[in-house]
């Protein structure tokens, strides 16, 4: 069955440095959407993507759908502590949709 | 707007017990999903409703696991008997359309089978 795979699993940086986490699915997508989920929190929608090489941004944050709509990426360009928490990436196909296990962001200051 | 409500948001249960969990989703979301989250790891879909029928339960342990949604609006989730690898929080989501747009979680309630 279609799997939604992350990594990295956990990042540590330093404030201010720059992160990124990826997603791949073993089928081709119908969209991809992105989620965060504090410590203890529940997971809140960030974006949809659903065009094949779409980019968005968000402030400090980029989104990328890739071409064939089996990959995304996630950039976060200096990382403040307010970043910290799960970044999951969601990927829509049919009628399902699939979470990956996510990746764990912490940051030092 | 209100956002996705849930109750209770801990329980403790010992083993072979059974608990039930509720959800009322958003006004006028007639998608329904209730996931579970194990410590750890993403969120697994257990059931997705759309109004009050069910689109997919391919993951639902239906030996011991049951969700209805009475009249397309809110939901419950039942464990009978209840293991020790149930531990884990269930979230309760909605979202306006099928699946493929914008989902709105619940707090989740924290299950502890011991």
């Given at each position: 069955?279609?799997?939604?795979?992350?990594?990295?699993?956990y990042q540590h940086v330093q404030e201010g440095e720059d992160f990124t986490?990826?997603?791949?699915?073993?089928?081709?997508?119908?969209?991809?959407?992105?989620?965060k989920?504090r410590p203890?929190?529940?997971?809140?929608?960030?974006?949809?993507?659903?065009?094949?090489?779409?980019?968005?941004?968000?402030k400090r944050l980029?989104?990328?759908?890739?071409?064939?709509?089996?990959?995304?990426?996630?950039h976060i360009t200096a990382t403040q502590t307010t970043d910290v928490g799960?970044y999951?990436?969601?990927?829509?196909?049919?009628?399902?949709?699939?979470?990956?296990?996510?990746?764990r962001l912490f940051v030092k200051a | 707007?209100?956002?996705?409500?849930?109750?209770?948001?801990?329980?403790?249960?010992?083993?072979?017990?059974?608990?039930?969990?509720?959800?009322?989703?958003?006004?006028?979301?007639?998608?329904?999903?209730?996931?579970?989250?194990?410590?750890?790891?993403?969120?697994?879909?257990?059931?997705?409703?759309?109004?009050?029928?069910?689109?997919?339960?391919?993951?639902?342990?239906?030996?011991?696991?049951?969700?209805?949604?009475?009249?397309?609006?809110?939901?419950?989730?039942?464990?009978?008997?209840?293991?020790?690898?149930?531990?884990?929080?269930?979230?309760?989501?909605?979202?306006?359309?099928?699946?493929?747009?914008?989902?709105?979680?619940?707090?989740?309630?924290?299950?502890?089978?011991?």
């Amino acid at each position: 069955g279609q799997q939604v795979m992350q990594i990295p699993q956990y990042q540590h940086v330093q404030e201010g440095e720059d992160f990124t986490t990826y997603c791949n699915s073993s089928t081709t997508l119908s969209n991809i959407q992105w989620y965060k989920q504090r410590p203890g929190g529940h997971p809140v929608f960030l974006i949809q993507l659903v065009k094949s090489g779409e980019v968005k941004k968000q402030k400090r944050l980029t989104f990328q759908f890739g071409e064939a709509k089996k990959n995304s990426s996630l950039h976060i360009t200096a990382t403040q502590t307010t970043d910290v928490g799960t970044y999951f990436c969601a990927g829509g196909g049919g009628f399902k949709t699939i979470f990956g296990a996510g990746t764990r962001l912490f940051v030092k200051a | 707007e209100a956002g996705v409500a849930q109750s209770p948001r801990y329980k403790i249960i010992e083993k072979r017990q059974s608990v039930a969990f509720w959800c009322n989703p958003i006004s006028g979301h007639a998608t329904l999903y209730w996931y579970q989250q194990i410590l750890g790891q993403g969120p697994k879909l257990l059931i997705q409703f759309q109004n009050n029928g069910v689109v997919d339960d391919s993951q639902l342990p239906k030996d011991r696991f049951s969700a209805e949604r009475l009249k397309g609006v809110d939901s419950t989730l039942k464990i009978q008997p209840a293991k020790l690898e149930d531990s884990a929080v269930y979230l309760c989501a909605s979202s306006s359309q099928r699946a493929g747009t914008e989902a709105f979680f619940g707090q989740g309630t924290r299950l502890t089978v011991v």
